[in-house]
């Protein structure tokens, strides 16, 4: 963990999607790292908002601009001349892309265009990482965990959308920033979870509100199963990267990062642990959505490649994370301080990379 306070105290780091649920981390933990931050992004996706709760927005740079609009995101990165980019933005979500496909694929594909695009004319930038999703891959849902070599093509406008970024990405590497030495690399993460997450149809969002409420979680496909992380696994994935590539460009390439198989459980199960953490007879029930669009059944990665190159690895597993998620969620539910929450775990994990 030095190592990554050393690098990063004072580095300028360009952050796109830097509002969102897995920005406003992003940006919590850069900030605990003393690195100096831009961020470019649409306003929060949300309200409530994570990025105004926890006060992600104070002590940085904050630039509203949408990745689609290529001048202005060639503005933000030109005025601030960044050491590290990492992009995040995105449409995220497999139902939007379903009910907005252009929308979909003009954020995720086009945005990484334009964010790469940007930096080709950077002269400061030595780190670049496009976070991209576990979705990329053609998936048989056979069991087999996938890995970096599977074949790209997500089968939803959204997985899809998000394995032409990666397309993308390889050819602007080959055809640009390999000339000019500057390492590029895509990260592939499983489902992130955490405290702060307000979006509409994801379980653990879905799992708060209900509880909430004092009403019964509704899950729709309870045997689906996912790759589930606390979303400073990826978090300080992408850091790691990003640092130790800039010393080693050769390292620059496509990554898993997910938890380990026991990681990889059910909705149901999710729901589970959730009930169990929450206390106060949380409960759930199996409400399938009629008409929905189709999700994959199957879904898991290894993530052998990110150990063996960087020597990360996950640090908690399922229960923990889902403990922290309801530890942020009560906090915020009791109005409580909810940036001193967030600082508290990236200090317990923190001391866990030590």
Same mark, same amino acid.
């Given at each position: 963990?030095?190592?990554?306070?050393?690098?990063?105290?004072?580095?300028?780091?360009?952050?796109?999607?830097?509002?969102?649920?897995?920005?406003?981390?992003?940006?919590?933990?850069?900030? $605990?790292?003393?690195?100096?931050?831009?961020?470019?992004?649409?306003?929060? !996706? *949300?309200?409530?908002?994570?990025? &105004?709760?926890?006060?992600?927005?104070?002590?940085?740079?904050?630039?509203?601009?949408?990745?689609?609009?290529?001048?202005?995101?060639?503005?933000?990165?030109?005025?601030?001349?960044?050491?590290?980019?990492?992009?995040?933005?995105?449409?995220?979500? #497999?139902?939007?892309?379903?009910?907005?496909?252009?929308?979909?694929?003009?954020?995720? &594909?086009?945005?990484?265009?334009?964010? @790469?695009?940007? @930096?080709?004319?950077?002269?400061?930038?030595?780190?670049?990482?496009?976070? *991209?999703?576990?979705?990329?891959? /053609?998936?048989?849902?056979?069991?087999?965990?996938?890995?970096?070599?599977?074949?790209?093509?997500?089968?939803? !406008?959204?997985s899809n959308s998000k394995s032409c970024?990666?397309?993308?990405?390889?050819?602007? #590497?080959?055809?640009?920033?390999?000339?000019?030495?500057?390492?590029?690399?895509?990260?592939?993460?499983?489902?992130?979870?955490?405290?702060?997450?307000?979006? !509409?149809?994801?379980?653990?969002?879905?799992?708060?509100?209900?509880?909430?409420?004092?009403?019964?979680?509704?899950? $729709?496909?309870?045997?689906? &199963?996912?790759?589930?992380?606390?979303?400073?696994?990826?978090?300080?994935?992408?850091? *790691?990267?990003?640092?130790? +590539?800039?010393? +080693? !460009?050769?390292?620059?390439?496509?990554?898993?990062?997910?938890?380990?198989?026991?990681?990889?459980?059910?909705?149901?199960?999710?729901?589970?642990?959730?009930?169990?953490?929450?206390?106060?007879?949380a409960r759930w029930e199996n409400a399938?959505?009629?008409?929905?669009?189709?999700?994959?059944?199957? @879904?898991?990665?290894?993530?052998? /490649?990110?150990?063996?190159?960087?020597?990360? $690895?996950?640090?908690?597993?399922?229960?923990?994370? #889902?403990?922290?998620?309801?530890?942020?969620?009560?906090?915020?539910?009791?109005?409580?301080?909810?940036?001193?929450?967030?600082?508290?775990?990236?200090?317990?994990?923190?001391?866990?990379? +030590?």
């Amino acid at each position: 963990m030095k190592e990554l306070i050393n690098f990063y105290r004072g580095r300028r780091v360009f952050l796109t999607g830097h509002t969102g649920f897995k920005g406003a981390w992003m940006c919590a933990v850069l900030k $605990r790292l003393g690195a100096t931050v831009c961020g470019y992004a649409l306003r929060p !996706p *949300t309200n409530p908002s994570l990025f &105004v709760l926890c006060g992600a927005g104070r002590g940085i740079r904050s630039a509203v601009g949408d990745v689609r609009d290529l001048a202005a995101l060639e503005s933000a990165v030109r005025e601030f001349s960044p050491d590290v980019a990492i992009h995040m933005a995105a449409r995220s979500l #497999v139902r939007e892309g379903y009910s907005d496909p252009v929308g979909t694929y003009s954020t995720n &594909v086009m945005g990484t265009v334009h964010f @790469l695009q940007a @930096l080709r004319g950077c002269e400061t930038v030595g780190s670049i990482v496009n976070v *991209t999703t576990d979705k990329v891959y /053609k998936n048989p849902e056979r069991g087999a965990a996938l890995r970096e070599e599977s074949v790209l093509d997500g089968n939803d !406008p959204y997985s899809n959308s998000k394995s032409c970024s990666e397309l993308v990405t390889g050819a602007y #590497v080959r055809a640009f920033f390999a000339e000019k030495g500057v390492p590029v690399s895509t990260c592939r993460a499983g489902n992130a979870i955490g405290g702060g997450d307000f979006s !509409p149809d994801r379980i653990l969002p879905d799992c708060v509100r209900a509880a909430a409420a004092g009403e019964a979680i509704r899950v $729709r496909n309870p045997h689906s &199963v996912r790759p589930y992380q606390h979303v400073l696994e990826p978090t300080f994935a992408y850091l *790691t990267i990003a640092m130790r +590539q800039h010393a +080693q !460009p050769d390292l620059a390439g496509c990554y898993n990062i997910g938890p380990k198989a026991e990681g990889c459980i059910s909705t149901g199960e999710l729901a589970e642990l959730f009930c169990a953490a929450w206390g106060g007879g949380a409960r759930w029930e199996n409400a399938p959505s009629r008409g929905a669009p189709r999700e994959a059944d199957f @879904l898991t990665i290894d993530s052998t /490649k990110a150990e063996r190159v960087f020597g990360w $690895r996950p640090r908690w597993n399922v229960a923990a994370a #889902v403990q922290k998620t309801v530890e942020w969620s009560k906090a915020w539910l009791s109005g409580g301080d909810v940036a001193a929450v967030m600082d508290r775990q990236i200090d317990e994990y923190m001391a866990q990379q +030590q």
